[in-house]
């Protein structure tokens, strides 16, 4: 998960273009706020994701909930990756929340970016998620077709012993005299 998170984090980072023709900010007694008012929503996004990073499951989800509620791109962004840290998260579900946003023409192209990304990471993971469910059932059907060829080995092994215990005892009787 932490080499998706610093995928994420160099996607977001390049998404940001500089700014060539502004002048420097000015100096304000509240730094601070200038900084604030100067965040692309890429930098929000990061500054989210890393908000994220130290909460647990039921944390998640209940900031998914609250960030589904709210009911903006940018919310269903967050609460797609809210969701997509939790182990118990339903692929179809963050699907349902990023797809309208990757889809959309006239979005945020940081927004939009986040969105194709978590598309992407939640379609790969629903398609290892299959593969490992049939691989697990080709196991078991695998496991069962060894049990029945050492219970057939085993029994054909009895036959054989038994066949072999016949012919001793009918070569150690003693032969009929004429």
């Not at 290892?128 to 080709?138: F, M, N, Q």
Request: hydrophobic residues 45%.
């Amino acid at each position: 998960m932490k080499p998706a998170l610093a995928a994420l984090a160099l996607l977001l980072a390049s998404c940001a273009l500089p700014e060539r023709d502004a002048p420097p900010p000015a100096a304000s007694a509240e730094p601070v706020a200038a900084a604030a008012a100067g965040r692309t929503q890429a930098d929000e996004i990061v500054a989210y994701l890393a908000h994220l990073r130290g909460m647990g499951e039921p944390a998640l989800a209940a900031e998914a909930a609250r960030r589904r509620r709210e009911g903006n791109d940018a919310s269903h962004v967050k609460a797609a990756l809210a969701l997509s840290l939790s182990a118990q998260a339903d692929e179809g579900e963050v699907l349902a929340l990023v797809e309208p946003v990757a889809k959309k023409d006239n979005g945020s192209r940081d927004l939009k970016a986040v969105a194709s990304f978590l598309q992407a990471q939640m379609i790969e993971r629903r398609r290892l998620r299959e593969s490992a469910a049939a691989a697990g059932t080709r196991l078991r059907e695998e496991r069962r077709a060894a049990e029945a060829q050492k219970q057939r080995a085993d029994a054909l092994q009895q036959k054989l012993d038994a066949l072999t215990e016949l012919e001793k005892s009918l070569s150690d009787r003693p032969s009929p005299t004429r």
